[in-house]
């Protein structure tokens, strides 16, 4: 139980600091990346789930294996208490039924370590994030925009 409780308290961190990426709109997302938005648009999830720096994707139709290629590493700061989203440069899981399991490339940052959303799905009009054992909802809303990589140094960022 030691172990579960920072667990909330990061997704709880992670909920409050989200309405910022609404803050950060992109009004150019390259096109021929559009696709990979399009995929989850037409599985019910927010474009927002991925950073606006997509460079292809792949689908399996059949067995709803995907991945994302982004052209870098991507972080994202979360205000107003500076939590970091990261996104690797390769994200792979299985978009299957509206839901996606067995995510691997996005971490959030908090209590001095990194913490892999291992599953996302869509709840009405919610989003529900798997953090290991954790889960916590959102409004998919706040994920209406793909948020901007911060900074120019993707070297930097954990791999
Ligand atoms: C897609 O997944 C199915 C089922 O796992 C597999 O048989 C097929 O070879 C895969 N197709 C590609 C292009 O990887
Ligand atoms: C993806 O998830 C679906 C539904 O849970 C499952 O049937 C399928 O086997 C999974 N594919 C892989 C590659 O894990």
């Known amino acids: 139980m030691a172990k579960f409780l920072p667990l909330l308290l990061v997704v709880s961190f992670f909920s409050l600091s989200l309405p910022s990426l609404s803050e950060n709109p992109n009004p150019n997302p390259n096109p021929k990346s ?42 994202i700061t979360l205000p107003p208490d500076n939590y970091l989203a990261a996104y690797s440069p390769r994200i792979t899981g299985n978009l299957s039924g509206g839901r996606i399991s067995g995510l691997d490339g996005i971490r959030v940052r908090a209590f001095f370590r990194w913490w892999s959303i291992t599953a996302i ?31 120019g140094n993707p070297s930097k960022a954990a791999s």
Do not use: M
């Open 34 to 75: 559009i696709s990979a938005y399009d995929e989850l648009r037409l599985s019910g999830f927010p474009i927002g789930l991925l950073p606006s720096n997509v460079r292809g994707y792949s689908l399996n139709r059949t067995s709803g294996d995907f991945s994302v290629e982004l052209l870098h590493r991507c972080r």
């Open 121 to 151: 799905r869509a709840s009405g009009d919610d989003l529900v994030f798997e953090v290991g054992v954790a889960s916590a909802k959102y409004p998919s809303k706040n994920f209406d925009e793909s948020p901007e990589c911060e900074g």
